[in-house]
């Protein structure tokens, strides 16, 4: 009976670990999907276009990810087949259609300057391609929200140039 009542205790014990280690690894599995990038295919056809209207034919990953050190970028495939822009999440939510079309005509402005001379990443040279294809007001907007999120003071001349 001794030895019933131990094999009891034991499968009890087995089915017990069982299931809180799949609970576990499906709370570990679920919380690890959100600190995944999200693609956002919508936003990839917007950036196409806008990079389609500058004259370039580069493929446009967008991805909405966690936390992005410099909220918003972009940067080249290693492959050199196209690029990959990034929205840091909390940020990304903080803005309308507008802007956010604003923030990848930017983006894409950076991509421009990549394929061409003179290749020098300024904030104002990448805007100043954006303004080629989105107005100006959501680009205003886009950088007052871009530095209360970020806590930093700009100047929209420095960066936007004088309004014509």
């Not at 600190?35 to 276009?49: F, G, Y």
């Not at 205003?140 to 420095?158: C, Q």
């Amino acid at each position: 009976m001794k030895k019933l009542t131990e094999a009891a205790v034991l499968r009890v014990f087995v089915v017990i670990t069982l299931l809180l280690c799949s609970t576990g690894v499906q709370l570990h599995a679920s919380s690890s999907r959100a600190d995944q990038p999200v693609r956002n295919t919508r936003l990839e056809k917007i950036a196409t276009e806008l990079a389609t209207t500058l004259e370039m034919n580069k493929r446009v990953q967008v991805v909405i990810v966690p936390e992005n050190d410099r909220v918003v970028s972009v940067e080249p495939f290693v492959s050199g087949e196209g690029y990959r822009v990034e929205f840091e999440k909390a940020f990304f939510e903080q803005l309308n259609d507008e802007e956010v079309t604003a923030a990848l005509a930017h983006e894409v402005g950076h991509m421009w300057i990549f394929n061409n001379a003179p290749y020098l990443q300024t904030e104002a040279l990448a805007n100043e391609i954006a303004l080629k294809v989105v107005p100006r007001k959501p680009l205003e907007t886009l950088y007052a929200k871009l530095w209360s999120y970020t806590s930093v003071t700009g100047n929209l001349v420095e960066v936007l140039g004088t309004e014509k």
